[in-house]
Nanobody, 125 residues
């Protein structure tokens, strides 16, 4: 299984970025997908998740209204559209896959069985 995250970069405060995560080696439609991030000197935190069928989405309070998660099951890809970026959004962003009916919630990192390598997002003030 491989999860390949891309789309990170340097952006000014108030700007936008779109992250992508391409999955291979798994039946994508059987997995809910999540985005987590780890900022400098911080623990990993939940950002957003989307159910296996795309009908349910979940967001951390800190990004609600600014970030949008979506998926394209035909392309085995999940996206994270990030708008109104703030310096505190600076982090390495990781995508992860959580198998259907695996229990727990999308907010829990340990419930995800597969992780990508991360893509760095830097927001300058």
């Amino acid at each position: 299984v491989q999860l390949q995250a891309s789309g990170g970069g340097l952006v000014q405060s108030g700007g936008s970025l779109r992250l992508s995560c391409a999955a291979s080696g798994l039946t994508f439609s059987n997995y809910g997908m999540g985005w987590f991030r780890q900022g400098p000197g911080k623990e990993r935190e939940f950002v957003a998740a989307i159910g296996w069928a795309g009908g349910s989405t979940y967001y951390a309070d800190s990004v609600k209204g600014r970030f949008t998660i979506s998926r394209d099951n035909a392309k085995n890809t999940v996206y994270l559209e990030m708008n109104s970026l703030k310096p505190e959004d600076t982090a390495v962003y990781y995508c992860a896959a959580k198998r259907r009916f695996s229990g727990g919630t999308y907010y829990e990192g340990p419930r995800y069985g597969y992780w990508g390598q991360g893509t760095l997002v830097t927001v300058s003030s």
